[in-house]
């Protein structure tokens, strides 16, 4: 995600590196590979310039201070400007309602289906909601069929009605099911449909005014780019909706979607589809993204995805089986499962401050854990709980049932004994200061 802006912002702002203050002169050559960067990002070119000249106002109106570096205060200004483009604050969802109604509006193949299975399953898992999914795209073939499985997947009733064709119908009909049935969210996915397209423009706003719903979300596909954001502007201009939402932000984003909707549109981001699975969605925050576009990672929401799945009881066992030393193969098992639970490897990697940019160009895949779970699985009860019985024999036995070599095995003992004696180190006083020093950079 980001990956060419970040490289090229990177380049961008080093021109200024090694200068001992802000001119004219170095600021306008850093500025104009700002420009170029957020151009071939696919940034309205009015944005980008507008941004260009508020950066290039704020950098010479300030004196740089002796403990920063030009570039240091021009990345601060830079990241600022990004996070007031892209809103300021977090958006919040209105869930005010009595049912709360939420209808999803967008183009064909946007992710809207997807996305309204996501949007259930964070509001059931997240913030204790009971909700009702409204299959209302009567034109799609299978469309109500994907809808029925994503919400088996997640455990939601979909509400559908196969022999009629009138959505509005279907809309009204489910919210008086909710009503009657104690669902406190309503979700209604719709059709795909053209902003040209003044029938079906016409239906979405009937069903709008029949429902009248908290939110109307508008779901676009962020590899579409700077086509995103006119098609936004066109649907606004029609249907005046609540907020957006960036589909396929994990693809090969450009990121001229995520920068320039909210000044074209002036709604917010609300939320960002980052993977295929149900707990692929993130709440949009402009200063986090402003931190990732700029390559300086997102440490505060990959906490948040690691406390998501952090049980503390079976930390509790954990603990005293380190303190104990009986940490084993199972219990490394449960922290790989808890680990693949928090999303795809590369949006993980791309988190942590410099990760990404030192793992360039490597193929991260999600099955990255793969190999480790299948050596693991080959073991018996007893070497998983006792590691230290595994021989040279028993590593060929092993290698045969996971089809890796024992060289794979080698270096997976290598990597769990070292993890073992780091675990036991922070049971003792070097766990108390890296607690003491982590708590400090807060």
Known sequence: MFDNLSDKLDKALHVLKGHGSITEVNVAETLKEVRRALLDADVNYKIAKDFTNTVKEKALGQNVLTSLQPSQLMVKIVKDELTELMGGDAAGINLSGNPSVILMSGLQGSGKTT????????????????????????YRPAAIDQLHIVGEQIGVEVFSDRGNNDPVAIATAALAYAKSNNFNVVIVDTAGRLAVDELMMKEIANIHKAIKPEETLFVVDSMTGQDAVNTAKAFNDKLNFDGVILTKLDGDTRGGAAISIKSVVNKPIKFIGTGEKMEALDVFYPSRMADRILGMGDVVSLVERAQEQFDEEEARKLQKKIAKNQFGFDDFLKQIQQVKKMGNMKDLIGMIPGAGKALKGMDIDDDAFKHIEAIIHSMTPDERSNPSVINASRKKRIGKGSGTTVQQINQLLKQFNQMSKMMKMMQGGGGRKMMQMLSNQK
Not at 119 to 136: D, F, I, Q
């Open 115 to 138: 996305f309204s299975g996501k949007l259930a399953n964070y509001l059931k898992t997240k913030k204790s909601k009971n909700p009702l999914l409204v299959a209302c795209d009567v």
